[in-house]
């Protein structure tokens, strides 16, 4: 018996890996970050190539230059720091003081001897760079040598900065990309909850009068199959009408509901024990296929009417009738209590079934998505909030369950229409 019930409030171990739509989301988290990651990588190497280049001319323009101002007027004996000067006269090269013995590049000094013209090149010789100006200075050549290890070096510097600079760029890229992704995939894994949501709550929502709806409707051809005066069948046809308009409510409620919108419906005066009375009434004849008895009863004088949107309490008070139905054995009884005090009127579906477990009471009203537990109850609980009441639930193993239900009374004068709470979070008393 208590197992039975257990499986009820437990909902079902889903592992996240195993959802198809986590997988998806999960997929296009990790792709958007690797792009946005590999965008901002891309643009830091793009600029970092740029000062690179932008370094490299600076000092070769420089470079030139200076070796230009050398040749120029620089004496042989005392040339700039790193850098040497040679002189060929009549076929005699005398170097500056201190002068690389690699040095001079004799087949430029033929060249510029014989041709005239400047010649500017870049050198390897003994493991070091440097950068040759050779060209005619009045009646010699001359030769000017600059060693390039302070830029070598400064590029080097550079690269290794710009290197780290990409390292920590990736890393900031990758922690961007993933927030970015994480807030841009948001709307859309939000988009599937509310999917998932909506078809788990119209499922719900549409099964309870369906299947009362075909009950109704087996008893009914039976008895006309059986030769049942005709007139004596008004009320069965009444209560399919009435069953199917009811059907007809939930269903334009839930295509409202679906489009996430803040809604205004009229909170008008709403009899709870009249809404009680009609539900038992239609659910007579499952009852009765089930061999379970339904028994309405008004404790207290005065009237059960509280403040609300009708089509939604009407929902309340046939999920916990299913509920109790669905938990009860055949030959058992189920009780709803109307009663109430100043400001206060209280619903209460007791029944004889299976019970709970005190502990689980509460998780009883958890919404399990994917599995459909405990689904019926969470609605309940939603409905209730929307109209500012509350519901508890309270029993034993095998002793039979009660929910309660407590919501204001009707004490008011009629008002405007009040504004229902937005789908998200949700708070609508017409659940859907």
Not at 64 to 93: F, I, K
């Amino acid at each position: 018996m208590n197992g039975r019930w257990r499986r009820l409030i437990r909902p079902p171990v889903i592992d996240p890996g195993q959802d198809p739509e986590r997988r998806l989301l999960g997929r296009a988290r990790r792709r958007l970050t690797v792009q946005v990651a590999g965008a901002i990588s891309v643009v830091l190497a793009l600029v970092g190539f740029l000062v690179l280049c932008f370094m490299v001319h600076q000092q070769t323009t420089a470079a030139r230059r200076e070796l230009a101002a050398v040749v120029e007027r620089a004496p042989v004996t005392q040339p700039p720091p790193c850098t040497w000067l040679y002189e060929q006269r009549g076929g005699v090269v005398r170097g500056s003081p201190g002068a690389p013995a690699v040095l001079p590049v004799r087949a430029e000094l033929d060249r510029a001897a014989h041709g005239g013209v400047p010649q500017v090149a870049q050198v390897e010789a003994a493991g070091h760079t440097y950068l040759v100006r050779t060209q005619r200075r009045g009646d010699v050549v001359v030769q000017a040598a600059m060693d390039l290890h302070v830029q070598v070096a400064e590029r080097n510097r550079l690269l290794r900065t710009l290197a780290a600079a990409e390292i920590a760029g990736l890393l900031a890229a990758l922690l961007v990309g993933q927030v970015i992704s994480r807030r841009a995939i948001a709307p859309l894994g939000e988009a599937l909850a509310r999917q998932r949501r909506f078809a788990a709550d119209v499922s719900h929502e549409l099964r309870t009068p369906l299947t009362r709806l075909s009950t109704r409707a087996q008893l009914l051809a039976r008895r006309v199959r059986g030769g049942t005066d005709p007139i004596l069948l008004i009320d069965d046809v009444d209560q399919l009408v009435t069953g199917s308009r009811q059907l007809g409510e939930v269903v334009e409620d839930l295509l409202r509901s679906a489009q996430y919108k803040q809604l205004r419906r009229p909170f008008g005066p709403v009899d709870l024990a009249a809404l009680a009375a009609e539900q038992a009434e239609a659910e007579s004849a499952r009852a009765q296929a089930r061999g379970v008895s339904i028994e309405v009863r008004c404790e207290g004088a005065g009237d059960h009417v509280v403040r609300g949107v009708e089509s939604a309490l009407r929902r309340v008070v046939s999920a916990l009738l299913d509920n109790a139905l669905g938990h009860t054995s055949p030959g058992g009884h189920i009780w709803v209590t109307l009663s109430g005090d100043a400001g206060e009127v209280r619903l209460t579906v007791r029944d004889d079934g299976v019970g709970l477990d005190p502990a689980d009471a509460e998780r009883l009203f958890t919404r399990f998505v994917g599995g459909g537990y405990g689904l019926g109850l969470a609605l309940v609980r939603e409905v209730v909030d929307g109209h500012h009441g509350t519901i508890t639930a309270d029993g034993r193993p095998g002793a039979g369950a009660v929910f309660v239900v407590r919501l204001p009374s009707d004490t008011t004068e009629p008002s405007s229409p009040e504004p229902e709470p937005a789908r998200s979070p949700r708070r609508d008393p017409l659940p859907g």
